[in-house]
C-alpha cells in the first residue's frame, strides 16, 4: 500500500522561507515521478513543482521559478520543497503527488496523493 505524508506547512511572513516533506511508502521512489501541487479553496488545483527520480528531470511553474527547489532522497524516499521568498498568493493547502508516470503528474491525474498540508503566508 503506497502512503505519502506530507509536513512542515505552516504560518510564514511574506518574504520568509519554508521547507516541505513528502515520506512516501510502499514504493521504490527511484522510478516514479513526485512533487507537489496546490490549491486554493474554491480553484483549481495547480502544479508546482516535480522531479523524475529515474532522469533527475524537473519541473516549476513559472510562479515559482527561482523561489522554489524540488529535491529527493532515493535511499529514504523523501521529496523536499524548499520554499524561499514566499508570497501572500503562495498560501494554499499543498498535495504530494506521485505516479510511474511524468505525464500523468503533469496532468494532476497521478496515482497516489498525499492528505495535504497547509501553507498560510501572511503578516
Known amino acids: 500500500q503506497v502512503q505519502l505524508v506530507e509536513s512542515g506547512g505552516g504560518l510564514v511572513q511574506p518574504g520568509g522561507s519554508l521547507r516541505l516533506s513528502c515520506a512516501a511508502s510502499?514504493?521504490?521512489?527511484?522510478?516514479?515521478?513526485i512533487g507537489w501541487f496546490r490549491q486554493v479553496a474554491g480553484k483549481e488545483r495547480e502544479a508546482v513543482s516535480y522531479?523524475?527520480?529515474?532522469?533527475?528531470?524537473?519541473y516549476y511553474a513559472d510562479s515559482v521559478k527561482g523561489r522554489f527547489t524540488i529535491s529527493r532522497d532515493n535511499a529514504n524516499n523523501t521529496v523536499y520543497l524548499q520554499m524561499n521568498s514566499l508570497k501572500p498568493e503562495d498560501t494554499a493547502v499543498y498535495y504530494c503527488v506521485t505516479d510511474y508516470s511524468w505525464y500523468k503528474v503533469k496532468a494532476g491525474t497521478g496515482e497516489y496523493w498525499g492528505q495535504g498540508t497547509q501553507v498560510t503566508v501572511s503578516s
Open positions: 522531479i523524475s527520480t529515474v532522469t533527475g528531470s524537473k
Open positions: 510502499g514504493l521504490a521512489m527511484d522510478t516514479y515521478t
